[in-house]
C-alpha cells in the first residue's frame, strides 16, 4: 500500500459526458502528479500541482483539468469526453527537497468511455 | 522523441536464474532514475532507484546499474521468483524548470517460469 488513495476504481461513462476523478496523496506530500495509461502504453505525465498551485504540465488535453485543495487532495476533471480517452488515470505524490525525486502512486481508476 | 526507451517489450526468465531489464536515456539533464513494478490492474509500486553520481545501488535481490557514459541502466534481480513476474518500467528523473518529472519507458513485462 503506497498511501495514495484514489476514487473511484471503475467509472463507466458515455461520450460527451464529464467525470471527476479523486485523489489524496500520502501523507506529507504537497505534490501530486496525474498519469495518463491508454492500451499497450506507458505512462503519459498530464500535469503536476504542489502544495496547492500547478506547477508543470505534460501532455494534457484543454478539455481535460486538475485542481489541489487546502486539504492536498487533488482533482482531474476530464470533460467533453471520446471514446479514445478510456485509459488508466494514475495519481502520484512525492515529498520535498530530497524526498520529491520518488513518486508513489496509486491503485488508479480506470476509465471506460461507450 | 522517446527520452527513455526500454526496447524489450517482454522477457521470460527461469525461476532460480537472473532477470536483466535494460533502459536507454538521451537525455543528459536526468540526474536519478527509478525503477517501478506493476501488477495488473494495480498502481506502479517504487522497486529501487539510483542517483547520476553514483554507478551502482543494492537492496536484497534488486541491483541497478547506470552507465552515464553510455545512458543506460539495468535492473538486475537474484535469484528471480514467480511473484517477480509483472511490468517494469523504467523512469528517469529531471528538473523542468523548478518542477521535478518523471519520464517513463514503454515497460518490459517480465515472466519467471517456474
Known amino acids: 500500500d503506497s498511501g495514495v488513495t484514489q476514487t473511484p476504481k471503475h467509472l463507466i461513462t458515455a461520450t460527451g459526458q464529464r467525470v471527476t476523478l479523486r485523489c489524496s496523496p500520502r501523507?506529507?506530500?504537497?505534490?501530486v502528479y496525474w498519469y495518463q495509461q491508454s492500451l499497450d502504453q506507458g505512462l503519459q505525465f498530464l500535469i503536476q500541482?504542489?502544495?496547492?498551485?500547478?506547477?508543470a504540465k505534460g501532455n494534457i488535453l484543454e478539455r481535460f483539468s486538475a485542481q489541489q485543495f487546502p486539504d492536498l487532495h487533488s482533482e482531474l476533471n476530464l470533460s467533453s469526453l471520446e471514446l479514445g480517452d478510456s485509459a488508466l488515470y494514475f495519481c502520484?505524490?512525492?515529498?520535498?527537497?530530497?524526498?520529491?525525486?520518488?513518486?508513489?502512486f496509486g491503485p488508479g481508476t480506470r476509465l471506460l468511455v461507450l | 522523441d522517446q527520452q527513455v526507451k526500454q526496447n524489450s517489450p517482454s522477457l521470460s526468465v527461469q525461476e532460480g536464474r537472473i532477470s536483466i531489464l535494460n533502459c536507454d536515456y538521451t537525455n543528459s539533464m536526468f540526474d536519478y532514475f527509478l525503477w517501478y513494478k506493476k501488477y495488473p490492474a494495480e498502481g506502479p509500486t517504487f522497486l529501487i532507484s539510483?542517483?547520476?553520481?553514483?554507478d551502482k545501488n543494492e537492496d536484497g535481490r534488486f541491483t541497478v546499474f547506470l552507465n552515464k557514459s553510455a545512458k543506460h541502466l539495468s535492473l538486475h534481480i537474484v535469484p528471480s521468483q514467480p511473484g517477480d513476474s509483472a511490468v517494469y518500467f523504467c523512469?528517469?528523473?529531471?528538473?523542468?524548470?523548478?518542477?521535478?518529472?518523471?519520464?517513463f519507458g514503454s515497460g518490459t513485462q517480465l515472466t519467471v517460469l517456474p
Open positions: 502520484a505524490s512525492s515529498g520535498s527537497g530530497d524526498r520529491q525525486e520518488t513518486q508513489y
Open positions: 523512469a528517469a528523473s529531471g528538473l523542468s524548470g523548478s518542477a521535478r518529472q518523471l519520464t
Open positions: 500541482y504542489y502544495n496547492g498551485e500547478e506547477r
Open positions: 539510483i542517483s547520476s553520481i553514483k
Open positions: 501523507s506529507g506530500d504537497l505534490s
